[in-house]
């Protein structure tokens, strides 16, 4: 009984499925006859005949099924044939029948997150190239300066053609030992530097000293260099 209470509350329609030997054997073990005759039956009972006219055993509810042949081989495996009671079966049928559900419309489909992704990242490229533009722009006559014939030195491309007048000779030279560089040089004659003159920056010590010696500010001594000294 639990087993049918449970399947009509899952929404089901149980329904006794038995034989009326196995019944009587049953209720005869039992000593009494259980009651399911409030239950729809499914009775095998192999008499060959395919109808409905076969007593249920005592405790059983109306036959809606008859199985009239069991284990016959038909269509290539072995199957039971059955017969049943058509308006019991058509109210199954309406029973259980569920209508086709409703289309759902499909949604306009939304941009997919490698497209938000990718203008994310064009947005942000966007933005990096104007920030670039903007320090350039900021920066100019300082960025890039590599002496007076540099990119925007006097004479270089943004210059206005007028280099700035060279020191006057001094005679002094240094050559380039390991460890040295323009600073470390510049430093070491600072005594004749101008007054008011730093290392670095465009009008420092080191800047004019490559610039006295017509290379990079940034480039690389080498041992045995011999550097003119400006001051």
Not at 72 to 82: H, I, K, L, M, S
Not at 141 to 169: C, I, L, Q, V, Y
Not at 193 to 212: E, F, I, Q, R, T
């Amino acid at each position: 009984r639990d087993g049918l209470k449970a399947t009509e509350d899952a929404g089901g329609w149980p329904i006794i499925y038995t034989g009326n030997w196995f019944w009587n054997w049953w209720r005869s073990d039992l000593g009494r006859a259980p009651d399911f005759s409030n239950q729809p039956s499914w009775i095998a009972v192999y008499n060959g005949r395919p109808d409905l006219n076969v007593v249920p055993a005592p405790g059983l509810g109306t036959m809606r099924i008859h199985q009239y042949r069991g284990s016959t081989q038909a269509y290539g495996t072995t199957v039971d044939f059955n017969v049943a009671h058509k308006g019991w079966m058509d109210l199954a049928r309406q029973r259980f029948s569920k209508p086709a559900p409703t289309p759902v419309p499909t949604p306009k489909p939304s941009p997919i997150e490698e497209d938000i992704m990718g203008k994310i990242a064009d947005s942000m490229k966007a933005t990096g190239l104007e920030i670039e533009r903007q320090m350039a722009a900021a920066t100019k006559g300082a960025k890039g300066d590599r002496g007076a014939t540099g990119a925007t030195g006097p004479m270089g491309p943004a210059g206005g053609g007028t280099p700035a007048p060279s020191p006057a000779p001094t005679g002094k030279t240094h050559t380039v030992v390991p460890g040295d560089s323009l600073g470390a040089v510049a430093l070491k004659y600072k005594s004749g530097w101008p007054s008011g003159m730093n290392l670095w920056g465009l009008d420092g010590a080191a800047a004019k000293l490559a610039s006295y010696n017509g290379i990079d500010v940034n480039g690389t001594l080498h041992k045995g260099q011999v550097l003119r000294i400006p001051w």
